[in-house]
């Protein structure tokens, strides 16, 4: 028989991903077609599995890429299908955003659905600047409306007059109106909201991008046109806008020092989060461009496999990454063996990332240089009997020879392990298409970033991007590797790690130090859905 899916009406919030619903996501998980919106984040769309199909419907304020009747048809189509369909909105699916429509032709055709609802930007990009949209001591009510009428013409469903005499004792939110602001503000001044009323405007809210003007309604239109200010975009009116200079919270400069800021990031995509995070939490928008891929070596774990099967033989074992300590310790398991065949060994860890990979295991290193490269672990076993001792090293099978050459000088009998294989990351034409409209800032964490940011996006284009944003390095090895290939490096980290770099970055931009950067804002706004198609 031939049985028929389920569709989701997904609300997915403003933009902050954080704003999804835990039902949201746990359909995302599930689905195994999205469709999505324009103003949906397509950060979210990880969530998916990575074999959903992914539909596009987004509207384009020039062309429609799907019209209304065409992405019923779609969600009809594929329920019909017997497909689990998230379609996944932006803000909630029922305000001005056309949900009911689509659940009507759902219903029409018999599919089951279900809503999702979602935050809505009509309250969470005022509150991300800062302003309630009730406050106990201005309003008993708010009104969210569409903005999208023209005021002045005849057939607007909305009686202005009255939207002014009942703003006196609530709160108006416009949606999709700011190109219509003008006549918006004339009509409530009209209909006798006094000019002096204040107003705010919030564009992309909540998001990195974020931009707030505020004023009244007499001068809030030149303001914004003075910014630069365009859809998206929520417009509030009311005394509750006041309370932004005490409330505001999310783009508080001291906070904040990195907001707006485009930050490419290269590591691998599974170690990328962490970097991803701290950047997003001081206010930027890290975009992610894997250049490093893992898998195994292309020699396979047999040399690995074998040391392991003779652990208790090694003096040393020395870790120098979080790649080596994760596939050491998967093929720990595989063997059926764990943490204890360290009992005898001695263990050094390069860098404090890796040795937090190793203590998550159970296990302290017992030497972690201070300075994250190999040269500085040679120095830091000079204390140490080397000579006629066994070292084990798994390691990438690129690895710099610094170490091993260093060791075995020292006299060490030394077994190098291939525990994994860096590749290329795989181009994402998302991402690609976000960095040639310029970013900020580009981040290496490591050479082989480097090496496979500009093998994946060709030297040409690597030196264009370059040439106008700053870039930053972890450490001098991969700032030198830079080099090499060509590119300027503005600035290193002090400690060789994330949070090194993170602290790097944030002095830089707080100093003034970036470069041009970016032609920014200034072609107004930027639509999200490049990231994904
Ligand atoms: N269903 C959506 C609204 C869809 S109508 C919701 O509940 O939020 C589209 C309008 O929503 C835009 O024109 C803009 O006014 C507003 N909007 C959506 N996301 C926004 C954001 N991040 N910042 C400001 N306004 C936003």
Not at 32 to 58: H, M
Request: charged share 25%; aromatic share 6%.
């Amino acid at each position: 028989m031939n049985h028929t899916g389920k569709v989701y009406l997904i609300g997915a919030g403003p933009g902050d991903p954080g704003l999804l619903t835990l039902k949201g996501a746990e359909a995302l998980r599930r689905a195994e077609v999205i469709v999505y919106d324009r103003l949906a984040n397509p950060a979210l769309l990880k969530l998916a599995s990575p074999n959903a199909e992914r539909i596009y419907a987004g509207k384009l304020p020039d062309h429609h890429t799907l019209t209304q009747d065409e992405i019923n048809a779609v969600l009809v189509e594929k329920g019909l299908a017997g497909r689990t369909v998230a379609r996944l909105k932006g803000g909630d699916p029922y305000v001005f955003g056309r949900g009911g429509e689509e659940a009507e032709a759902l219903r029409a055709a018999g599919i089951p659905f279900e809503v999702v609802p979602g935050v809505t930007s009509a309250i969470a990009a005022p509150a991300y600047a800062g302003v309630p949209v009730t406050h106990r001591d201005e309003c008993s009510a708010f009104v969210v409306i569409t903005g999208h009428e023209d005021p002045t013409k005849e057939e607007s469903s909305l009686d202005y007059d009255a939207l002014a005499r009942f703003a006196r004792g609530a709160t108006l939110v416009f949606l999709m109106g700011v190109r219509r602001l003008p006549q918006i503000s004339a009509a409530l001044q009209a209909g006798g909201l006094l000019a002096e009323t204040p107003v705010a405007v919030v564009q992309w809210g909540t998001l990195p991008q974020q931009r707030v003007a505020t004023g009244t309604l007499a001068t809030i239109a030149d303001e914004v046109k003075r910014q630069n200010i365009s859809s998206p975009a929520v417009t509030v009116v009311g005394g509750v806008v006041n309370y932004r200079d005490a409330l505001r919270w999310f783009d508080l400069p001291e906070e904040k020092p990195l907001l707006g800021k485009r930050i490419v990031v290269t590591r691998a995509r599974a170690q990328a989060s962490e970097l991803s995070e701290a950047l997003r939490d001081l206010g930027a928008e890290p975009i992610e461009v894997p250049a490093i891929r893992i898998t195994e070596p292309e020699d396979g774990y047999a040399a690995l496999d074998a040391a392991i099967a003779e652990l208790e033989s090694y003096d040393w074992v020395v870790f120098t990454s979080i790649n080596g300590v994760d596939h050491f310790w998967q093929r720990l398991r595989a063997a059926g063996r764990d943490s204890r065949v360290l009992g005898r060994a001695r263990v050094a860890a390069i860098g404090t990332a890796t040795a937090e990979a190793l203590e998550t295991r159970g296990i302290v290193a017992d030497v972690v240089p201070e300075q994250f490269v190999a040269e500085s672990l040679l120095d830091a076993l000079s204390g140490e009997e080397i000579a006629g001792k066994r070292f084990l090293l798994p390691r990438a099978d690129i690895a710099r020879e610094a170490l091993y050459k260093g060791l075995q000088a020292a006299g060490a009998r030394v077994t190098e392990a291939h525990a994994y294989r860096t590749l290329v990351g795989e181009p994402d034409a998302g991402a690609l298409a976000t960095l040639d409209e310029g970013v900020d800032i580009i981040t290496f964490t490591s050479s082989s970033t480097v090496r496979n940011f500009v093998e994946q996006v060709g030297a040409e284009r690597a030196q264009r991007l370059a040439a106008n944003a700053t870039i930053a390095a972890i450490g001098p090895i991969t700032a030198s590797t830079a080099r090499e290939l060509g590119l300027r490096v503005d600035f290193e980290a002090e400690e060789y790690t994330v949070a090194g770099l993170v602290q790097a970055i944030v002095r830089a931009t707080t100093t003034g130090a970036l470069r041009a950067g970016r032609p920014t804002t200034a072609n107004g706004e930027r639509l999200m859905a490049q990231a994904v198609e």
